[in-house]
């Protein structure tokens, strides 16, 4: 099947700690994207990459990292220095161009205890 | 003000009503979509339009890019249909712009 996959679903971490998610897509999408969700706002652009070994910062890149060594995966680190890191983080991909869709994988919820 | 508002924030139904869904943005836009979040979080996209009007199933989705206004319609309303309904522009290069969507329940 052809799809997004993130995982874990759900993932708990201590503050202080790095944690990475990650992202993996067969679609043979160029581009793909990282946002974070919280309650009662839109989704927020962390990074995104638009091909393999090139990415860029979105609207909220502090306190986290990506690399993009290869076209299907595209990981997410939340470092320590995210004040905030606790929320739903989705992943998505397309095939780049301001007319092509982007797909979502399924999410994942992070809690920082 | 956000770029991209939609309205009603919460809307409750009874099964088998006409729905609408609207959002409207302050930008010049390359495309439109609205997308579907049900509770367990995945997001599926519904419609990527950029003129006219869009239909697959029960679901109608029309833009009038003059006005910067698009509407998302549901037909005969299912219980099944009750998520999170989000609306997102496409204003530059590849990125999206999202609207805080709009919680929809329907009731059998």
Redesign the interface.
């Known amino acids: 099947d052809g799809g997004i996959t993130q995982s874990p679903k759900y993932l708990f971490r201590k503050e202080g700690q790095n944690v990475t998610l990650s992202c993996e897509q067969n679609l043979n999408h160029d581009a793909m994207y990282w946002y974070r969700q919280d309650p009662g706002q839109g989704l927020r652009l962390i990074y995104y990459s638009q091909i393999v070994n090139d990415f860029q910062k979105g609207d909220i890149a502090e306190g986290y990292s990506v690399s993009r060594e290869k076209k299907e995966s595209f990981p997410l680190t939340v470092t320590s220095a995210q004040k905030n890191p606790t929320a739903f983080y989705l992943c998505a991909s397309s095939r780049g161009g301001s007319y092509n869709e982007q797909f979502f994988g399924p999410g994942t919820r992070l809690t920082v205890l | 003000k956000?770029e991209?508002e939609q309205s009603p924030q919460n809307l409750t139904a009874q099964e088998g009503e006409f729905i609408t869904i609207n959002c409207s943005y302050s930008v010049g836009i390359?495309?439109l979509?609205w997308?579907q979040q049900h509770p367990?979080?995945?997001?599926?996209?519904l419609f990527?339009l950029?003129s006219g009007k869009k239909k697959h199933g029960r679901l109608i989705a029309t833009i009038n890019i003059q006005e910067k206004h698009s509407s998302l319609h549901i037909t005969a309303s299912h219980p099944r249909d009750s998520a999170v309904y989000?609306c997102?522009v496409?204003s530059s290069?590849?990125?999206?712009?999202?609207?805080?969507?709009t919680r929809l329940a329907v009731r059998p």
């Open positions: 956000n991209v390359s495309a979509h997308l367990g979080g995945g997001i599926v996209s990527m950029s989000i997102a496409k290069g590849d990125k999206l712009t999202f609207g805080t969507g």
